[in-house]
């Protein structure tokens, strides 16, 4: 119950620590901004990602925002241990309708050693248990859930602690709000919580997930966990947040997009005022949550002095209230400095993104702009994502996902960026969780099932569901391309490359939490025997899922993701591809898009994903032999894959490299070549540092040839291209 978590916001005072600067001299060592679109000035806790340099810093203890007392989050680090991302969290009032700019020094100021304390009415009412969340089913009957620490997360609860935030997860079931009334006569969907609250502050963040995201079990043994007894699709008519308490002020946010209502007054039998439901889905027919998938809504909570709608004329309490309505309507998204994250090559996968050009702020906001006005919202709309992740053309791979962001320092591309992310709870891959093991027999791309069958020996209990959760889910029938339009992932357009650059620039433990789960989905798909792509596959799904692997290892540093990219390596990415003077990737089975029966085929722009995934193995992974299969099939890619005078090859039969095809709707160095540019660069370093330098050199050139033809385009142009990123990035140092 919620109770306990006053034990873990007041712990021991923090262990002090040395306050000498280790140099004599203050250096400079990053700077970072902080747009702040509010009206009003504000003040909070500021949490800014600040990108390191390879080998430079091991810890940060002697690092500080100039002028701040300062306290450290790592986030990333690199594969010699140190830092890569970390988040500086520090008090600040933030001006009011402009860019402030900050820098990180070399100086030590720590936070002051003292209790962790919010904010004493924050305190005392979270303390009192007054929030709860209910879920009422297609039949009317009303199921509820308190908030409990989930100790899975940490000791209680806890998952981030710093002298300034404190995040907790909450983890608990809806249960039959009346015994009268026992409905499913079980539990009816989960709820999880994340919880921000700050060293003496009266405002927090709380995001409440709805969820249909059971783990299961074919054989739970006695096992009473909910979480072992999936449900399956359900229907609901609503999910709704209520507070009993009219000292807490709490609004969402997302109002609009989220297609909210203002909540409604509980009253007691006397008609006095006693709290707020505030529905988030519904009330209505025709809502469902697919088994796998999840729903959830970030909301700021304040406990005003003085009455909760009232007006005050206190300075001080006028300043708590601003700063937390700013939280709602324009959150804090600090931005690093371009020069810092292109020279420290942290972000993403490879480093990047590409240098400023003219432009790129009104294009940050058109994008954003245009995104407001796209009618892609609702509480199951995509929110701007490519719901199905097959969509030709690669539209959610990338090189660096929030490249303009971060060129063009714009914090609205960031929330624009969060609210894609939470979408991404509605993909139906969600069990929460879940541990795959190597020798576990089991297949998933999000559920274990392919085609729409169960395939794998472990079904997680959905091959045998109870027969009365039938009714729940009577009549329901899924789009052709998955629930809400949206499918779990697929093997050759995998990506986490927006929720890794999100959890980068902003420390979400949600975002967090997403690509860890998605890193067991990997693991659940790529499996060593018995499955599907454990004994064939493609190039560009080798690549992506790579990628992926690297991405959710750096986010999580889970060493099981390591062992199974290293495994997959050695057992069958090596064996595949074919070795010099033929070094294709993948000699991939005959298709009539290709050259029809018989014949054996590998795609230069698919090479181009596999190079890019097998650089991000082993700049991460540091295994040699990556190295080795990247330049030998960037080599297949800048000879059997290219023709001299024309540009890369679109299909190259395996046999005999002089049969190939060329791109048939665009130009040879246009559309899918634009792929092989930063794979030839990524290339070129690889093989400069083993001595390959005439390789490095065709390499480059190739990269080089790709460019030159869109050059006509313009600086702007390129540059706001996804796939010139990197090469952009290393022409321009």
Known sequence: MIPLLLLSMCLAPLAAQDPKPRHPAVETVARFYVPSAWRHVRREVVRASIPFSRGRFRDLDGLSVKDHPTAWRVLTRWPDSTVQW????????????????????DEA??????????????????????IRTEVEDGNGVVYTADLRLDKSAGPGGLLVSTPLVRTY????????????????????????????VFHGFDHAELLVIVGNDYLGADDPGNDESPNLHPLGSVWLRRFSLV???TKLAFVPRWIEQQALKPPERIEDAGGALVGFRQHLLG????????????????????????????????????????????????????????????????????????????????QANAAYQGWLRVPHFGPFGTWGDIGPTATTGTPRNTTVALHLAVRAGSSKLLQMAEGMCLQQLLRPYHLFGLRVGPDDDIYLEGLPMWNGHWVSAETLGRSKLPEIT?????GLVFPADGPYHMNAFDYEHFTVDLLYDFYCLTGSSFAKAELAMLGEQLKGMLRRKKYFWSNHGSSRGEGWCMKGLVLCYQATGDE???????????????????????????????????????????????????????????????????????????NYMANQGWVEGVGPKYFVAIKDPTRYKLPNDYSPMGGTAEFEASAFVLAAELANEVGRDKEARLFRARADAIVAAHRQKGWSQLCSNKWFQIYLDRKTK
């Open 243 to 245: 507070v009993e308490s």
């Open 560 to 634: 099981s993701l390591k062992a199974h990219a290293i495994y997959r390596l050695h057992h069958f990415i090596d064996k595949a591809r074919g070795k010099p003077p033929s070094s294709y990737a993948i000699a991939q089975g005959p298709h009539p898009n290709a050259f029809g029966p018989g014949v054996e085929w590998d795609a230069p722009w698919q090479q181009a994903a596999y190079v890019m995934g097998m650089t991000a193995g082993y700049r991460y992974f540091e295994d040699p032999l990556f190295r080795t299969v990247a330049i030998d099939v960037a």
């Open 109 to 130: 100021r720590p936070i002051p050693p003292r209790k962790f304390e919010v904010g004493a009415r924050l305190f005392e009412i979270l303390g009192a248990g007054v």
């Open 470 to 474: 039938n009714q729940y889910r009577k």
């Open 283 to 362: 009330p209505g027919p025709g809502i469902y949550l697919a088994d796998g998938s999840c729903k959830g809504f970030p909301l700021v909570l304040y406990a005003p002095q003085g009455a909760r709608d009232g007006r005050t004329l206190d300075e001080a309490e006028i300043l708590r209230r601003q700063s937390a309505s700013a939280m709602v309507n324009d959150p804090l998204y600090p931005i690093p400095s371009l020069a810092d994250v292109r020279r420290t090559r942290a972000m993403n996968a490879h480093g990047g993104p590409a240098p400023e050009s003219l432009g790129m702020l009104a």
């Open 86 to 105: 970390a988040q500086a969290q520090f008090v600040a009032e933030i001006p009011a309708l402009t860019t402030s700019e900050f820098e990180v020094v």
């Open 169 to 196: 997860r909450f983890r608990s079931y809806h249960r039959p709000a009346d015994p009268a009334k026992p409905g499913i006569g079980r539990d009816f969907l989960s709820l999880t919580a994340y919880l921000n």
